[in-house]
């Protein structure tokens, strides 16, 4: 069975990483419906505390532009009630007819790379464990109220009296959660509520180690989960002209905003996030290639945007193969996305997605 494969849905034009601007609505009813049309079975609409638009927004504006896509909507558990959490979800689900997957992202503490903002943005104070220790009593009492079941509960940091909603999700119990974290904390918290682990794409040994992990966390909690993985992607038509086009990434890039950036990304308490400055080691090369850590694979993004750093680079078929190669260890869905977000999309779905044999899967 092949892999399912989503997107990323975004207003943004911007050809590179660094840029933040918005083409509005037209665009991103134009990003939505590439998505729709191009074959992935959704798209991932991301958050940050500070700065981005909100993606409840962004992606109930596009509900009727759309047909088939899901919607993979990151939360933020700290910035909201879990009541809160499970009324949106349940009537977005039904609004939508059953298109929307939860993406549970405890965060970090600090402001990540200088723009998005971490929870101390937000008023949230609370250490890296704690976080943790709060996600799983607010995926807890979230699970009981979504599935229509009353709650009472009294938490170190929750506490609800006589909790209900009134409206069910068209997904029974609930829609599929995706929660990600390379901690052993996190790990802990997948283990016992996700129905898909996601982590962004890492070498080939910490990467099926880590999935390793969280399948046998889940394991020791009775329950099964799958992994979902996110990459960036630089397909061209041959090799030659995806490495030049990683190359001309790298070329634009300025110095003093990588130096700034890689300080503030350090400065975090993201495992994840440090785990990702660790590919490049804060080396910017002149030749991108001096950046290939194992074959087709790139670190250079690591340099020039928050999360997900390393790309797989190459021609169609050797993006295929690689992507075959993940889901042969493991991985059951994959984010792929590049810039310009349209055209990039229009790419991978143009060029790859017929390359992954099978028809492509729901979770």
């Not at 699970?143 to 997904?171: C, H, N």
């Not at 001309?248 to 300080?263: P, Q, S, T, V, Y």
């Amino acid at each position: 069975m092949s892999p399912e494969i989503y997107s990323f849905l975004s207003s943004s034009p911007a050809q590179y990483p660094w840029e933040n601007n918005s083409g509005g609505y037209p665009h991103l009813v134009r990003d939505a419906q590439a998505i729709d049309d191009g074959g992935y079975a959704g798209a991932l609409v991301a958050t940050g505390i500070g700065a981005g638009p909100d993606p409840w927004v962004t992606s109930a504006s596009v509900i009727g532009a759309t047909s088939r896509m899901k919607f993979l909507l990151a939360i933020h558990p700290t910035v909201t009630t879990p009541a809160t959490l499970a009324k949106q979800v349940a009537t977005f689900d039904e609004l939508s007819n059953g298109r929307i997957l939860t993406n549970i992202v405890t965060g970090s503490l600090s402001n990540t790379a200088g723009r998005l903002g971490g929870t101390a943005a937000a008023g949230v104070a609370l250490d890296h464990d704690a976080r943790y220790r709060y996600t799983d009593e607010f995926l807890h009492v979230y699970k009981e109220l979504i599935s229509g079941r009353g709650v009472d509960f009294a938490g170190e940091f929750i506490s609800i009296t006589g909790g209900f909603i009134g409206i069910r999700p068209v997904q029974k119990p609930y829609p599929p959660i995706w929660f990600g974290g390379s901690s052993d904390a996190a790990i802990e918290v997948a283990a016992k509520h996700a129905d898909v682990y996601a982590t962004w794409g890492e070498p080939w040994e910490l990467l099926t180690d880590k999935i390793s992990r969280a399948r046998a966390a889940a394991a020791k909690q009775g329950r099964t989960i799958k992994v979902g993985c996110q990459f960036n992607v630089i397909v061209r038509d041959t090799k030659e002209e995806a490495w030049a086009a990683a190359q001309e990434l790298l070329d634009r890039a300025d110095d003093g905003f990588i130096e700034k950036f890689l300080a503030n990304l350090a400065a975090g308490d993201s495992v994840g996030q440090l785990r990702q400055l660790g590919f490049h080691a804060g080396k910017r090369p002149t030749h991108a290639r001096e950046l290939e850590i194992e074959p087709d694979i790139w670190s250079g993004f690591g340099l020039l945007r928050v999360g997900p750093g390393l790309a797989i680079v190459g021609d169609p078929e050797t993006v295929a193969a690689r992507l075959r190669d993940y889901a042969a260890a493991g991985i059951d869905a994959f984010i792929l996305q590049n810039w310009p977000y349209v055209e990039e999309t229009e790419r991978i779905a143009r060029d790859v997605l017929p390359l992954l044999t099978d028809s492509l899967s729901r979770l």
